[in-house]
């Protein structure tokens, strides 16, 4: 038996017995953290190798504030690529030149677009606020930004106890689909706009 971990199966796939985090609930309360404190100049940078439940979860709050034009506000980038991140971030300075907020759906895509600023000399503590999504040790606990904690270690745990219950009793009738909670953390990062 095979229990997967944070794994987001294609359409096409066979069910599979899985553990995630709530990668919508992340999405949808971060967003909802930028809303609180003002902001509403809010652009998504998103690759395809990500969990499509975070995205719906930054659109629906987003929705839900009055800001129409989602889509339009997503650039979706490659991942791992400090040329890319620095492509996306000259269409956004060039669409969204008012931005105050850069939402990544990943802690590596922050560190991109980052770094990305920093080659540009776009000074991004004073200019945005960059936010990222799994709260990376050496990323999230350096970098003076809000992410989503996925809390990887509950969900090891959880994926080893369906495991071992698997071996012992069999696999079950039907595939298993679990969610672990997850939390905003370090908000406070998130200034609040006048």
């Known amino acids: 038996p095979v229990v997967y ?36 100049d ?29 889509q339009e506000r997503t650039f979706c980038g490659v991942e791992h690529s400090d040329f890319d991140a620095k492509y996306i971030l000259k269409e956004i300075r060039k669409k969204y030149p008012a931005c105050t907020v850069i939402c990544t759906a990943s802690d590596n895509d922050l560190l991109h677009i980052v770094r990305a600023m920093k080659a540009m000399k776009i000074p991004w503590r004073e200019n945005f606020t960059v936010t990222g999504f799994g709260n990376v040790t050496g990323i999230s ?30 696999e079950p009738d039907t595939h298993l689909r679990e969610s672990i909670d997850v939390e905003v953390i370090n908000a406070h990062n998130i200034p609040v706009l006048r």
């Open 5 to 40: 971990v944070d794994y987001e199966p294609r359409a096409d796939e066979p069910p599979l017995h899985m553990i995630t985090c709530n990668n919508y609930l992340g999405g949808h309360d971060m967003m909802k953290e930028f809303i609180a404190r003002g902001h509403r």
């Open 42 to 70: 809010i652009v998504i940078y998103f690759h395809h190798g990500l969990m499509s439940e975070r995205l719906r979860g930054f659109h629906d709050a987003m929705r839900e504030a009055g800001i129409a034009d989602v």
């Open 141 to 170: 606990t350096v970098l003076p930004v809000a992410t989503v904690d996925q809390h990887p270690f509950r969900l090891g745990c959880r994926a080893a106890d369906l495991l071992i219950d698997m071996i012992e009793n069999g």
